[in-house]
């Protein structure tokens, strides 16, 4: 009954149907006023909540049922909630149920979860996914709550699946600022980050004006870099800030990694390659893998020009160097595993032209055919000169792609994206 119950409830959201389970969703004249207090329940109670931050926001408690509202997705949600690591947390939570820990708080990040006005929950997706567990798993743990609701005076509206008070936003915020609502309110109290959720979070902090900030002659920690660190901290919630220098202000150690995973997820932008950085996972190819470490904030002050329109969006070769990785490390893979040279699997991959269910971009092809020296694919580049080859890309590539006309019209004495390639892995050898 209540599998029956949740899926109907999802599915009345999406087509509006009368049922029980819909009744708790808003409606609207044509006019479009309310007609019924949103969501079906009692006249809300008000109250302000604050993230860790001191980010403070107005909100009106009400009983709702759980499918009715939206699991956070995308910049709204910073933590993997396919992980396991996170499925065990729902899971504890769900068999060790506290009533009491799931009502209105004064805090944003613990209690009733609070959702915005489009129905997407901005703090306790996990809460949330543990109480609908709960309802399954531990029947006598959800009474209890469902007794606690009560006990607090507050109405469950009839038929629904699974009642849950929760705290509706009515404060105003902008996209930022409510992204900065949601990643404050996963910054304190909340379960940890793994280093890959930490470090996509924290590339929204690696901003065009921070990266304008980098000085690439000198260490993250020197002192040449004092201002692009600072203007990185300042993107942090303040609650993580101090965990990152040591007792004299000083980037420490956590510091210097958590800088070093945003730079590398701003510049790249691969969640696997990430997860191979930020997670030490062993790769096949893991001299590319430094190399690419290494350059991180040279790509991705070259991305932001990108961005800015100071290099044609032809001559980003990001997606380029990224499946050319993949590309020798599943060869490389493959090899190990067949008893064969990597070089006569990559050859055949690359001949095949249907790596990755598509045809291989001639870019990507050239930037394959980079990382190893002269014309065959047998023997590797070194970490050393994987760098300087890919800093001469970066460097191609801002000539080639430079947003002013070239001397012969606007094509007529551009390189293409593989000549790119091709010029700087001749400036190597």
């Known amino acids: 009954a209540w599998r029956e119950g949740y899926a109907h409830g999802q599915e009345a959201r999406k087509q509006g149907w009368e049922t029980p389970y819909a ?14 207090d949103p969501q079906g329940a009692a006249p809300a109670r008000r109250a302000k909540v604050v993230s860790p931050e001191g980010q403070e926001v107005d909100v009106e408690y009400r009983v709702v049922d759980a499918a009715a509202l939206t699991p956070a997705s995308g910049d709204l949600q910073p933590r993997d909630r396919s992980r396991k690591a996170s499925d065990e947390q729902i899971a504890e939570i769900a068999a060790k149920l506290d009533p009491a820990r799931l009502m209105p708080a004064r805090e944003a990040d613990r209690g009733a979860p609070i959702v915005g006005p489009d129905g997407i929950i901005e703090s306790g997706n996990g809460r949330t996914q543990a109480l609908i567990r709960a309802a399954q798993t531990n029947p006598e743990g959800f009474a209890a ?23 509706f936003r009515t404060t105003d915020l902008s996209p930022e600022a409510r992204r900065k609502w949601v990643v404050g309110n996963n910054s304190s109290a909340t379960a940890r980050m793994s280093a890959t959720e930490q470090a996509q979070v924290d590339e929204g902090a690696m901003t065009p004006a921070v990266m304008a900030l980098y ?13 692009f660190v600072t203007a990185f901290m300042a993107n942090l919630p303040q609650g993580e800030r101090n965990a ?25 932008g691969a969640p696997d390659l990430i997860a191979r950085v ?5 790769d096949a190819a893991q001299s590319i893998l430094n190399a690419m470490i290494r350059v991180a904030p040279k790509w991705a002050a070259y991305r932001a020009a990108v961005e ?12 380029n160097l990224v499946d050319a990785l993949r590309i020798v490390t599943k060869a490389r893979e493959d090899a190990r595993a067949q008893g064969r040279p990597v070089s006569t699997v990559l050859t055949e991959a690359l001949a095949s032209g249907d790596i990755f269910a598509g045809n291989v971009d001639p870019a990507t092809e050239a930037m394959v055919r980079a990382f190893y020296k002269g014309d065959s694919l047998r023997q590797a ?33 551009r390189a293409r994206p593989r000549e790119v390639v091709d010029a700087a892995k001749r400036r190597v050898q």
């Open 23 to 36: 009744a708790a969703m808003p409606r609207t004249e044509a006019g479009g006023g309310a007609t019924e």
């Open 145 to 167: 709550y469902v007794q606690a609701l009560r006990d607090e005076g507050f109405d469950i509206p009839e038929g629904i699946a699974v009642p849950m008070v929760a705290g």
């Open 215 to 227: 000085n690439a002659s000198g260490d993250v920690g020197s002192g040449l870099n004092d201002r």
């Open 244 to 268: 990152l220098r040591d007792k004299d202000g000083r980037l420490n150690a956590e510091g210097r990694r958590r800088i070093q995973n945003a730079m590398f997820a701003r510049a790249y």
């Open 278 to 282: 930020a997670e030490g996972e062993a």
């Open 308 to 319: 800015s329109g100071d290099v044609k969006p032809e001559f980003d070769l990001t997606a």
């Open 381 to 413: 580049f070194g970490t050393d000169d994987l760098a300087a080859l890919l800093a001469n890309v970066i460097e191609e590539a801002q000539i080639a792609g430079s947003a002013a006309p070239s001397l012969f019209g606007e094509d007529g004495a």
